[in-house]
């Protein structure tokens, strides 16, 4: 199931044109928008003197170390590897599960939403997106993104819920 899906959305990404540019557009420019996001949070925050600041620090850093080591464990090959095919966007070999970057935009919506609410349901969407063109691209599989997803709630709700 995880690979059809993976090659169900892959293959229309590379066969629709404009599709693969949305996809590829998506995937390159997401991380800079999401550092941004997070920049601008924390910056606000610390001119504010928020109490906030430190959770809004904390949580994604142990949130994105704990995804990484758990991806250095389970050492799972990306899509574009293990399948032989060429991803829409270069990327590294390193290994694909859980994903880092839908950790990262989702604990930074998390974090976005724990300090505004309203923006934060904005960034969240941003993050869905970004996983959705995480798969289209080639470099990672529904279950690396969903797993990316659920490394972040575990820490949103650790963090900013109940801590």
């Known amino acids: 199931m995880n690979k059809k899906i993976f090659l169900k959305m892959y293959n229309t990404a590379k066969s629709n044109k404009f599709i693969k540019e949305i996809t590829i ?12 996001v997070y920049a601008l ?12 600041l430190y959770m809004v620090i904390i949580i994604p850093m142990l949130t994105i170390a704990v995804n990484m080591l758990a991806r250095k464990m389970l050492r799972r090959p990306r899509p574009f590897d293990e399948l032989n095919i060429e991803p829409l966007i270069y990327h ?3 290994y694909s599960f859980p994903s880092n970057h839908c950790a990262s935009a989702l604990i930074i919506a998390a974090s976005v939403y724990y300090v505004n609410p309203s923006s934060g349901m904005w960034v ?10 995480r798969i289209a691209a080639g470099i990672h599989y529904p279950i690396d993104v ?18």
Not at 25 to 36: E, M, P, Q, T
Not at 127 to 132: D, K, N, S
């Open 41 to 52: 949070l924390i910056l606000t925050l610390f001119l504010d003197k928020n109490d906030k």
């Open 146 to 163: 969903l797993a990316g997803y659920i490394v972040a709630i575990v820490f949103a709700l650790a963090g900013f819920v109940w801590g």
């Open 92 to 94: 590294s070999n390193a």
């Open 25 to 36: 557009g998506v995937a390159r420019v997401s991380s800079w928008v999401f550092f941004l």
């Open 124 to 133: 969240a969407v941003m993050a869905v997106v970004t996983g959705l063109s």
